[in-house]
């Protein structure tokens, strides 16, 4: 990986597969954010992840070496541009940091709460809609798919949660 994809419009996974074929979104990577730029960077440019694009895509990439050393007028929007970009990393960083504290839950049940709970933080209330269909989470939990769709069910049930397709309503915190 020699460059680093900046997505200019939709949005592209970053798929983790095993060498059975089973595959882990990783992250979804939205409009205005970056991709390849951890492989482009590192001393191994061999990357470990795929990227697909999850949705009709306009990307734009750059060669890592021509972004990150200055030119020589050091001009003032190439120092933007590196701020830009570093921030778009520690932002990436702390998104993988929040899908570690999902995946780290026991089970299920808690990782299905844990990614709900973030949901509703990052968009500021109780009913919102997930960015992911039922197949796409299931992946993101590393779970099965039918076994998310009975364990939403179960948690329906139990008056946990609400939801009709991909907009869902947390309605009790406690789990038991």
């Known amino acids: 990986v020699e460059c680093i994809g900046v997505i200019l419009m939709g949005t592209v996974d970053m798929i983790k597969e095993d ?17 390849g730029e951890t492989f482009a960077c590192s001393k191994d440019a061999m990357a470990s ?23 020589s007028r050091s001009c003032m929007f190439h120092h933007r541009l590196i701020e830009n970009m570093v921030r778009l990393v520690a932002n990436k960083n702390k998104e993988l940091m929040d899908k570690m504290g999902v995946l780290s839950k026991k089970n299920i049940r808690e990782k299905i709460m844990a990614y709900l709970s973030l949901q509703a933080q990052l968009q500021g209330k109780t009913c ?10 299931a ?10 769709t009975r364990e939403l069910s179960n948690m329906r049930t139990a008056g946990l949660i609400e939801y009709d397709k991909n907009v869902f309503q947390i309605l009790r915190q406690d789990m038991d």
């Not at 060498?19 to 991709?35: A, S």
């Open 19 to 35: 060498v059975w074929g089973n595959k882990t979104i990783m992250l979804r990577i939205k409009e205005h954010q970056l991709f």
């Open 49 to 71: 992840v795929s990227f697909y694009a999850s949705s009709n895509c306009r990307v734009i990439f750059l060669q890592f070496e021509k972004v990150m050393c200055s030119c």
């Open 128 to 137: 919102f809609e997930i960015p992911l269909g039922r197949l796409e989470l």
């Open 139 to 148: 992946e993101y939990l590393s779970v099965d798919r039918s076994a998310l």
